[in-house]
């Protein structure tokens, strides 16, 4: 017999007898916990404050009577055992009670063994039942999140595990926040269940002001009010309790889902389940990563680990898209090293490529990790400057001018080599207002700097003039 502090579930004991309630009480103790009633009325009573897994009620009771209290508790309670007691059984009284959905029925005097063993059987049943509709449950999540493992964009996993968890759930509105937090800028929102102002207005904020933060829940944990609640109710949108589900990657991937629920209580179990799509998401959030990261390999410049030319027609249609969404400006530096090909020719390739790679680090450092470093090919490089209008776009390309040509590069044997560079500026949307032309004009301005002398910085803007 188990413990009494180990013991599992509740039983509800119905007799008008206190001589029989306490035998029957001392009987089950340890099994379960155990609260006895003198009447039916009582019982009802007791079950409408909380579920019970059994009810061992008397048959013959002032009031109401155990079968009344068994069809009872079969519509208003439905899923709760229920064992007759009774010191006068007939057939016909027990076959009645039994096919009414009755479990059992032991007739007085009670003999404690044989009920301990009955409650026992009953409780053990119930446990086996349980187990198997949540193992039933469990290879319905686990087949449902299949569809997890087709996604190679973490975009998608996000969104695709937002429907999983409220599928889970049988929640109607959620919300995934996410990002990306090795690649700056690059959060994203998927909502479920709101107009379209609200999910508009709602993923703007989150995207702009940053909040919550996505590391703050460690797994997954229900929130009645918080951050996201304020964020809703600014969209003029009243939201209840949330099941929120932390979901990340093993490198940079991380994200927090919330499941809005007004109507229905959450337990633990409810948590195993979101638990259970979060372990699968990020499964597929570490392939995903995989496949970024061997997809990334093909975006960098070999010679200088800069991105190279195929990343950058990406990233500035890309970052035309993010400036037209946002109404912001971007600004595109082309450089241009000025006769670069006499260091080639007196040190050889192997020191130019040397010293190429030092001038993408130099640039690094002269801008923001939101902005973009790219090498166009030779000796020419790109830059996008995110948010950035032609006056700011001009004060850095000056910057990088000037540290440039205080540099000094490492040659063979470490000699020191001197380099110039020629910068154009060019910005969306004042000067073009798609990608291929908007590189093409920043090109023509670097190539006007070097018609005029090189060592300077030109805009597009004097292209017209």
Wanted: proline share 3%; aromatic share 4%; net charge negative.
């Amino acid at each position: 017999m188990m413990d009494v502090a180990q013991a599992e579930g509740r039983i509800v004991v119905v007799d008008d007898d206190r001589l029989v309630r306490e035998i029957v009480c001392d009987a089950l103790k340890g099994l379960a916990r155990v609260e006895a009633c003198e009447s039916g009325e009582r019982a009802l009573e007791s079950l409408s404050r909380e579920r019970a897994d059994l009810v061992i009620s008397d048959l013959t009771m002032p009031g109401m009577s155990g079968i009344q209290l068994l069809e009872r508790i079969q519509r208003e309670h439905p899923g709760t055992e229920f064992v007759l007691l009774t010191a006068n059984a007939s057939v016909e009284s027990a076959v009645g009670a039994l096919r009414m959905g009755a479990a059992d029925y032991l007739t007085k005097p009670i003999r404690p063994e044989e009920l301990a063993l009955v409650v026992e059987q009953i409780l053990a049943r119930r446990r086996l039942l349980a187990e198997n509709a949540r193992l039933r449950a469990e290879i319905e999540i686990i087949e449902s999140c299949r569809v997890l493992l087709r996604c190679l964009d973490p975009g998608e996993v996000y969104a695709v595990a937002l429907d999983l968890v409220l599928s889970t759930l049988g929640c109607r509105r959620g919300v995934v926040h996410f990002r990306r937090t090795a690649v700056p800028r690059t959060d994203g929102v998927a909502t479920r269940g709101f107009d379209e102002d609200q999910a508009r207005r709602l993923r703007d904020m989150l995207v702009t002001d940053k909040v919550p933060d996505l590391d703050s829940v460690s797994g997954p944990v229900i929130v009645t009010d918080g951050k996201m609640h304020d964020l809703l109710r600014s969209c003029d949108v009243e939201a209840g309790p949330a099941v929120v589900v932390p979901v990340r990657g093993q490198e940079s991937e991380a994200g927090l889902i919330w499941a809005f629920d007004e109507t229905k209580g959450r337990d633990s179990r409810a948590l195993d389940r979101v638990r259970l799509v979060a372990r699968h998401a990020e499964l597929a959030l570490q392939n995903a990563e995989r496949f970024h990261r061997a997809q990334e390999r093909a975006f960098i410049d070999d010679v200088t680990e800069a991105y190279n030319a195929r990343y950058l027609l990406q990233a500035t249609e890309h970052e035309i898209q993010r400036a037209e969404r946002y109404k912001k400006d971007l600004a595109v530096l082309f450089l241009d090293l000025d006769r670069f090909k006499l260091v080639n020719d007196q040190y050889g390739h192997l020191v130019g490529s040397d010293v190429l790679r030092q001038l993408a680090e130099v640039l690094q450092e002269c801008i923001r990790q939101v902005d973009t470093l790219a090498r166009y090919g030779g000796d020419e490089f790109t830059i996008l400057l995110l948010d950035t209008d032609l006056e700011e776009g001009v004060a850095v390309g000056e910057r990088i001018r000037g540290t440039v040509a205080d540099t000094i590069f490492e040659g063979e044997r470490g000699a020191p080599i001197r380099l110039t560079i020629s910068i154009g500026v060019a910005t969306y949307p004042a000067h073009a207002s798609d990608r291929d032309t908007l590189l093409d004009v920043a090109d023509k301005a670097m190539y006007l700097a070097k018609s005029q002398g090189r060592d300077c910085v030109c805009t597009a803007d004097q292209l017209q003039t």
